[in-house]
Nanobody
């Protein structure tokens, strides 16, 4: 069992930056994927960034060149650095880890980009 807690969201002006954190408890053994997803009102949840078990880092097209994610560190925390934020980045951001037959999600943290 894995528990995930996101933090770091808030209100930021366009062009600003935020760093989100995801703290994990429980074993991360046999994790095959880890990353960040987001969901805006009325929209499907979409990929922000993830790292596969093969070590490949992939970013969703809307955030390429602006966001950077890291894998879990020795304190079982991973980060999402968000730069040059746009109003369309407004969403609830979720941390995710997955095993072959189970996916774990945090409760999300709200990011609002507005003047």
């Amino acid at each position: 069992q894995v528990q995930l807690v996101e933090s770091g969201g808030g209100l930021v002006q366009p062009g600003g930056s935020l760093r989100l954190s995801c703290a994990a408890s429980g074993s991360l053994l046999s994790v095959i994927d880890m990353g960040w997803y987001r969901q805006a009102p009325g929209k499907e949840r979409e990929l922000v960034a993830h790292i596969t078990s093969g070590g490949v880092i992939e970013y969703g097209e809307p955030v390429k060149g602006r966001f950077t994610m890291s894998r879990f560190n020795v304190k079982d925390t991973m980060y999402l650095e968000m730069n040059s934020l746009k109003p369309e980045d407004t969403a609830v951001y979720y941390c995710n880890v997955a095993r072959t037959n189970q996916s774990y999600w945090g409760r999300g943290t709200q990011v609002t980009v507005s003047s």
